[in-house]
């Protein structure tokens, strides 16, 4: 598997992620950013978030780059923080296919409110 990004000059946000091959014993991999950022779709005001993706890989990790190259993505998009949280989650399983996926958005206050959101794969269909 070849990576597509790694060691490679990008300028411009990726809409896919990179993966290598999960090493053997790995449970759970966490990786997290404070540098996300989107625009609001009704008032177009910038929204900043701190994103945790926690996975239990099946037989490939994210790469670090690709995942910060594909975040990156998000400013210049209008869309609420439930939407991203969903859309990240539906990323990670779409091009690793973990066992099981966490992702959680936290948005930075704005007009006093701060929003925690959770997206998981499997979905509990309750």
Not at 70 to 85: N, R
Request: aromatic residues 8%; proline residues 6%; charged residues 25%.
């Amino acid at each position: 598997m070849e990576a597509k990004y790694l060691g490679k000059t990008v300028r411009k946000p990726v809409s896919e992620l990179d993966a290598f091959p999960a090493p053997e014993g790995v449970s759970t991999v966490t990786m997290t950013s404070d540098e996300v950022a989107s625009s609001c779709p009704i008032t177009g005001q910038p929204d900043f978030y701190t994103i945790a993706i926690e996975y239990a890989p099946n037989k490939l990790c994210i790469e670090s780059k690709s995942l910060k190259l594909y975040l990156w993505g998000f400013a210049a998009k209008q869309m609420f923080a439930e939407k991203m949280t969903k859309v990240i989650c539906d990323r990670v399983v779409e091009d690793i296919k973990p066992k099981r996926c966490k992702v959680t958005t936290v948005q930075k206050a704005r007009g006093g409110i701060t929003l925690e959101i959770v997206s998981e794969y499997p979905r509990n269909n309750d």
